[in-house]
C-alpha cells in the first residue's frame, strides 16, 4: 500500500490515548523495510531496521506518537443525552456540532449539541460554548435505552473522513501524530535501498497526548545513542505571526534551542543543504510537549532533536498538511541516517 493511502487510512482509524491498540495490525502491515517489529508492555509499536555495519553498530530512534485526542462519557443523563470530557488537548470552540463515533458495545454515530443560539441568555452568543454545556445525541429516547449500548467510561472520536484538498495538500484528523508515523514509513522505505551503519528503530508511540508515556518507556528499551522525534509543527495560516509558524510546503522545521543538540541541529542542516532537501529553522526555546523531550532525558540522556512536519487547524477534525512535507521530512532523516558512523556518535559528548 501506497504511504500516503497508509496515511489516510491512519487518519480515518481510532486510537485515542491509552487505546491505541486498534492500530497496531495496520502499523505493522505497513511497514515491509523493518527487519523486526513488536510492541512493548505499554503498546508502542517498535519496527528495527537493521544497519550494515560491523561491531558495535550506533543506535538511532525515530519516534512519532500515534495517539489521538478524544473523549470520554462521564454521565449518561435520563432523557439518554450523554456528557462528556475530553482526553488530551481538545480545542473545545470546534466540538459544537461534530458527527462523533460512540465507541460502545458496537460503534455508534452521534452528534455534537448544546442549546440553540435562538434561546441563549444575553451575552451567551458571543462566547464560546462551555465543555458543561455540550452533550452528545445518539438518538436514545431514554437512560434506560441507552445503557443497554453504552457505558460510562466509554470512548468517543471524531468522524472524519480524510479528504484531498488542492495539489498534495490533505485535511483530516489526527495528522497529529500520524503524519510523523508516516515519515518514519517514508525513511524506512529509503534506507531499504541505501546502505547505512546504525540500527534504526521506528517507535509509533502511544499516549504522548496525556503525558509522554510511550516515548519514556521505549527510550528506556531501546537506549538509543540519537533520538529523533517527528512532530507536528504550526503551520502558516491567517492570524500567526510569521515567527511562530512553519510554511506549508517547504519541508519540516529543524528545532533550535535548548533540547536539540548542537551537532545533530548542524548535521540535520548540512544535510538537508547536501540533498537539496527544503527546511525551515524551528526557534525552540522550550521543550514542549513533545516525545523530543521524553528522550532527550530518558536515563544518563540522549542526544535528541525535533523535527516538525507543519500542520494547519492543530487538535481540530480538519488538521491540514502538505503530504510532500512528509516526504521530505523521511528523506531527511535517511539521509543524515546514511551518513551516521560511531566516529559522529563518540563526538556527540564533545562541546
Not at 502499523?27 to 558495535?56: F, R, Y
Not at 537539496?276 to 513533545?290: K, M, V
Request: contains cysteine.
Amino acid at each position: 500500500m501506497e504511504i500516503k493511502q497508509v496515511l489516510r487510512s491512519l487518519s480515518e482509524s481510532s486510537g485515542v490515548s491509552g487505546y491505541e491498540h486498534g492500530l497496531v495490525s495496520l502499523i505493522q502491515e505497513s511497514c515491509p523495510w523493518a527487519d523486526e517489529i513488536k510492541t512493548d508492555q505499554l503498546g508502542n509499536v517498535i519496527m528495527l531496521k537493521k544497519g550494515h555495519g560491523t561491531g558495535q553498530r550506533p543506535k538511532v530512534m525515530l519516534a512519532g506518537h500515534m495517539d489521538e485526542i478524544g473523549l470520554i462519557i462521564t454521565k449518561i443523563e435520563k432523557d439518554g443525552f450523554l456528557r462528556f470530557s475530553t482526553i488530551g488537548g481538545f480545542d473545545q470552540r470546534v466540538l459544537l456540532a461534530q458527527e462523533v463515533v460512540v465507541h460502545g458495545k458496537k460503534p455508534l454515530t452521534g452528534v455534537i449539541g448544546a442549546k440553540p443560539p435562538h434561546i441563549q441568555a444575553a451575552g451567551e452568543q458571543s462566547q464560546a460554548v462551555k465543555m458543561e454545556d455540550l452533550f452528545i445525541d445518539v438518538g436514545f429516547a431514554s437512560q434506560a435505552e441507552a445503557e443497554e449500548e453504552i457505558r460510562i467510561g466509554d470512548l468517543v472520536t471524531m468522524k472524519r473522513d480524510c479528504v484531498n484538498l488542492q495539489g498534495s495538500f490533505m485535511a483530516g484528523k489526527s495528522f497529529d501524530d500520524r503524519a510523523g508515523v508516516a515519515a518514519i514509513f517514508e525513511c524506512f522505505k529509503l534506507l531499504a535501498q541505501i546502505s547505512h551503519e546504525a540500527d534504526v528503530y521506528g517507535v509509533a508511540t502511544v499516549q504522548e497526548e496525556v503525558g509522554l508515556r510511550g516515548a519514556i518507556t521505549s527510550t528506556y528499551g531501546i537506549v538509543p545513542d540519537i533520538g529523533i522525534a517527528i512532530d507536528v509543527g504550526f503551520g502558516d495560516s491567517p492570524g500567526l505571526p510569521e515567527s511562530d509558524t512553519i510554511k506549508l510546503g517547504q519541508g519540516p522545521g529543524i528545532a533550535i534551542g535548548p533540547h536539540a543538540h548542537p551537532k545533530l541541529y548542524a548535521s540535520m542542516v548540512e544535510t538537508a543543504k547536501e540533498w537539496n532537501i527544503s527546511y525551515s529553522p524551528d526557534p525552540s526555546p522550550y521543550p514542549g510537549g513533545t516525545d523530543a523531550y521524553a528522550i532527550q532525558v530518558a536515563r544518563a540522556g540522549v542526544a535528541t532533536i525535533l523535527l516538525s512536519i507543519p500542520l494547519r487547524y492543530m487538535h481540530t477534525p480538519i488538521e491540514t498538511i502538505d503530504y510532500e512535507d512528509v516526504k521530505r521530512t523521511g528523506r531527511l532523516m535517511a539521509m543524515f541516517i546514511a551518513g551516521l558512523n560511531n566516529e559522529f556518535v563518540e563526538g556527540l559528548t564533545c562541546f
